[in-house]
């Protein structure tokens, strides 16, 4: 392959975003080059003419910030003529407007077309979701110190036309923004369109698979930055999800993941915290809320397809977690594209969904609460997050012990804010596989003995225990297997919550 070719490669290729990243063997006379580097390419010969639009004051002064009324639609760019945009930054005020992220929607439009290639609210777009705004680094997309980076390269052949429509009730005050691409008298006609396509689906559907994008031609898919949120708050349960793409018509999937965080090349529910890398990260991590914003560019295993994909994801692990759901998936494809789903004229449904408080029993002791300090002789002790079976438990978790015989123990601190004698109350939870067993307060049995089997998940009504005698601070009581149902398949415990009333 000769050095012109070499370069006429990389120019269109745009650092193997668009074509296979493969090796090239070079002349005699000349160095060997790799496509698989941004950096290989450097030193050659570039095309085109140098094009850059912007928002710069046109009269020469430092105004150089377009405002955008609410409901106004501003032409960011209208170019006619072949090119190959390489990176457009924008920057925002008022900064960091959840409003603005989330109803300020982009569009652009390649060759004429009267329906749109992008169209995605400005925050998703850039790969981070819920309105907010969140510094991360990856190749294609980044927000940096205020600013918001995009470098998937979008070629055209006759035209360009990018809009920014604020659909909110606030003012976009200053909208800046720069576009740099190359001009071209002409491109290779194989030369794929950029697409990104905004979807939402809140709440999820139960029993059916969360749809990232649906497309019908001959292209690739290249990532997806996708937007998950417990309806209920807190807990991660959505995350047992898997992926599943089916390509050109098939009816089962050619890829079909272990996990969610496990597509997003993490594990473990993200429980090392947030990141970003070069093409895979986590920008929102939030228990509180029960949100994940993460991103995954499929750039060195882009996924072609020549009739259809449908790339798919699980909330949970048979979609039994009502969730909020938002997506934005990148991909190329030769046109015309399948009409995008019909972009909501309602503005109100952009914006993130606020949970409402969890059910809480009043003046509850949280089992899950007592984690750190609770021991068992045998089994592992942790918290269940309950969201997923339905309401009635405090607080939505569980403290779950999983011992494996009779006799087990598990010890737990009651606190109590005074001295004196209480009525003790419990909440569990029955199950298949739970156990029987009795409370006990040092050598005296207290309350009844308990069976917690059950053919479905359900919590328990409240069961008394009886008055005990307790001390301010810690109290030790202690849980003891007695045995299972004969139609129990274990000896799992699930306990709610106590409280202890004077």
Same mark, same amino acid.
Request: charged letters at 20%; aromatic letters at 12%.
């Given at each position: 392959?000769?050095?012109?070719?070499?370069?006429?490669?990389?120019?269109?290729?745009?650092?193997?975003?668009?074509?296979?990243?493969?090796?090239?063997?070079?002349?005699?006379?000349?160095?060997?080059?790799?496509?698989?580097?941004?950096?290989?390419?450097?030193?050659?010969?570039?095309?085109?003419?140098?094009?850059?639009?912007?928002?710069?004051?046109?009269?020469?002064?430092?105004?150089?910030?377009?405002?955008?009324?609410?409901?106004?639609?501003?032409?960011?760019?209208?170019?006619?003529?072949?090119?190959?945009?390489?990176?457009?930054?924008?920057?925002?005020?008022?900064?960091?407007?959840?409003?603005?992220?989330?109803?300020?929607?982009?569009?652009?439009?390649?060759?004429?077309?009267?329906?749109?290639?992008?169209?995605?609210?400005?925050?998703?777009?850039?790969? $981070?979701?819920?309105?907010?705004?969140? !510094? #991360?680094? =990856?190749?294609?997309?980044?927000?940096?110190? +205020?600013? &918001?980076?995009?470098?998937?390269?979008?070629?055209?052949?006759?035209?360009?036309?990018?809009?920014?429509?604020?659909?909110?009730?606030?003012?976009?005050?200053?909208?800046?923004?720069?576009?740099?691409?190359?001009?071209?008298?002409?491109?290779?006609?194989?030369?794929?369109?950029?697409?990104?396509?905004?979807?939402?689906?809140?709440?999820?559907?139960?029993?059916?698979?969360?749809?990232?994008?649906?497309?019908?031609?001959?292209?690739?898919?290249?990532?997806?930055?996708?937007?998950?949120?417990?309806?209920?708050?807190?807990?991660?349960?959505?995350?047992?999800?898997?992926?599943?793409?089916?390509?050109?018509?098939?009816?089962?999937?050619? $890829?079909?993941?272990?996990?969610?965080? !496990? #597509?997003? =090349?993490?594990?473990?529910?993200?429980?090392? +915290?947030? &990141?970003?890398?070069?093409?895979?990260?986590?920008?929102?991590?939030?228990?509180?809320?029960?949100?994940?914003?993460?991103?995954?560019?499929?750039?060195?295993?882009?996924?072609?397809?020549?009739?259809?994909?449908?790339?798919?994801?699980?909330?949970?692990?048979?979609?039994?977690?009502?969730?909020?759901?938002?997506?934005?998936?990148?991909?190329?494809?030769?046109?015309?594209?399948?009409?995008?789903?019909?972009?909501?004229?309602?503005?109100?449904?952009?914006?993130?969904?606020?949970?409402?408080?969890?059910?809480?029993?009043?003046?509850?002791?949280?089992?899950?609460?007592?984690?750190?300090?609770?021991?068992?002789?045998?089994?592992?002790?942790?918290?269940?997050?309950?969201?997923?079976?339905?309401?009635?438990?405090?607080?939505?978790?569980?403290?779950?012990?999983?011992?494996?015989?009779?006799?087990?123990?598990?010890?737990?601190?009651?606190?109590?804010?005074?001295?004196?004698?209480?009525?003790?109350?419990?909440?569990?939870?029955?199950?298949?596989?739970?156990?029987?067993?009795?409370?006990?307060?040092?050598?005296?049995?207290?309350?009844?003995?308990?069976?917690?089997?059950?053919?479905?998940?359900?919590?328990?009504?409240?069961?008394?225990?009886?008055?005990?005698?307790?001390?301010?601070?810690?109290?030790?009581?202690?849980?003891?297997?007695?045995?299972?149902?004969?139609?129990?398949?274990?000896?799992?415990?699930?306990?709610?919550?106590?409280?202890?009333?004077?």
């Amino acid at each position: 392959m000769t050095i012109k070719t070499i370069a006429k490669t990389l120019l269109i290729g745009g650092a193997a975003l668009l074509l296979p990243c493969l090796p090239v063997t070079a002349q005699k006379d000349s160095p060997a080059v790799s496509l698989g580097s941004p950096l290989a390419g450097l030193a050659l010969p570039k095309t085109g003419v140098t094009k850059h639009e912007g928002s710069w004051d046109r009269g020469g002064g430092n105004g150089d910030a377009r405002g955008v009324a609410p409901g106004e639609t501003l032409t960011l760019l209208d170019y006619n003529g072949a090119g190959i945009i390489r990176r457009f930054w924008v920057t925002i005020a008022p900064r960091s407007d959840m409003q603005i992220h989330r109803q300020a929607i982009i569009r652009m439009y390649w060759d004429g077309e009267t329906t749109p290639s992008v169209e995605a609210p400005i925050g998703d777009f850039f790969g $981070v979701g819920f309105g907010e705004q969140k !510094d #991360y680094i =990856s190749i294609p997309l980044n927000e940096t110190s +205020g600013g &918001y980076n995009c470098y998937w390269p979008m070629p055209f052949h006759k035209s360009a036309k990018w809009t920014i429509t604020n659909m909110s009730s606030k003012r976009i005050d200053a909208f800046y923004y720069n576009i740099d691409f190359a001009g071209y008298e002409t491109l290779d006609k194989d030369l794929r369109h950029f697409h990104a396509q905004f979807r939402r689906e809140n709440p999820t559907t139960k029993d059916k698979n969360y749809t990232i994008l649906e497309a019908k031609g001959d292209g690739h898919f290249v990532g997806v930055a996708l937007h998950m949120q417990n309806r209920r708050g807190h807990g991660f349960g959505f995350l047992e999800g898997d992926e599943m793409i089916y390509f050109d018509g098939e009816k089962n999937p050619s $890829v079909n993941g272990t996990g969610t965080e !496990d #597509y997003f =090349s993490s594990g473990w529910y993200f429980d090392r +915290g947030l &990141y970003s890398a070069p093409y895979h990260g986590v920008t929102i991590l939030d228990p509180k809320m029960g949100r994940v914003s993460a991103y995954r560019w499929h750039i060195e295993d882009a996924m072609p397809f020549h009739k259809s994909i449908n790339v798919t994801i699980e909330h949970g692990n048979q979609n039994d977690s009502e969730a909020d759901y938002s997506s934005v998936a990148y991909w190329y494809q030769s046109e015309p594209h399948m009409p995008f789903p019909a972009f909501t004229k309602d503005a109100s449904t952009l914006l993130p969904f606020i949970p409402p408080p969890p059910f809480k029993i009043t003046g509850a002791i949280e089992a899950e609460s007592l984690l750190s300090a609770a021991k068992a002789t045998n089994g592992n002790i942790d918290a269940q997050g309950m969201e997923v079976f339905g309401d009635g438990w405090s607080g939505d978790s569980q403290l779950w012990w999983h011992p494996t015989e009779v006799s087990a123990e598990l010890t737990l601190p009651l606190p109590a804010t005074e001295d004196g004698e209480f009525t003790l109350t419990g909440y569990f939870t029955r199950a298949k596989d739970y156990a029987k067993f009795k409370v006990m307060q040092g050598d005296k049995q207290i309350g009844p003995d308990i069976n917690l089997f059950n053919a479905d998940v359900i919590p328990t009504k409240a069961i008394t225990f009886g008055k005990i005698t307790v001390k301010k601070g810690e109290n030790p009581i202690r849980i003891v297997i007695t045995g299972k149902d004969e139609k129990s398949e274990g000896y799992l415990v699930g306990i709610d919550a106590f409280t202890l009333k004077k």
